[in-house]
């Protein structure tokens, strides 16, 4: 069994910070290929922060605000979200593969790379 659990959702003031955990349980074929993704009801799955094989990927909208991190043992990754925005709101996800392949951002921050996902935890900033 392999299981991802987020945490540190919440609500937030614009302007403000968040950090969000993931902790990564049972057996994972790759702890290298993982990261953070958000959705908002009724549209697409959105990659926000990853990590694939020691390189970091972040998406466009959250470059210089976001920051994915990593413990030593991998058993932990962490989103830290600054400067947070009401376009943030949304419920984030943590997403690992076991089928872990060195690829672009492009392919990194696509939902399809990933087979297994936390529940979500949600994030709210106020306007």
């Known amino acids: 069994l392999a299981q991802l659990t987020e945490s540190g959702g919440g609500t937030a003031q614009a302007g403000g910070s968040l950090r969000l955990s993931c902790a990564a349980s049972?057996?994972?074929?790759?702890?290298?290929?993982i990261g953070w993704f958000r959705q908002v009801p009724g549209n697409e799955r959105e990659g926000v922060a990853v990590?694939?094989?020691?390189?970091?990927f972040y998406s466009d909208s959250v470059q210089g605000r976001f920051n994915i991190s990593q413990d030593d043992t991998k058993d932990t990754i962490w989103l830290e979200m600054n400067s947070l925005k009401p376009e943030d709101t949304a419920k984030y996800y943590c997403?690992?593969?076991?089928?872990?392949?060195?690829?672009?951002?492009?392919?990194?921050?696509?939902?399809?790379?990933?087979?297994?996902w936390g529940k979500g935890t949600q994030v709210t900033v106020s306007s």
């Open positions: 049972g057996y994972f074929y790759s702890r290298n290929c």
């Open positions: 997403a690992a593969t076991s089928d872990c392949r060195m690829l672009r951002s492009e392919g990194a921050l696509h939902d399809s790379t990933y087979n297994v």
């Open positions: 990590l694939n094989l020691g390189r970091t």
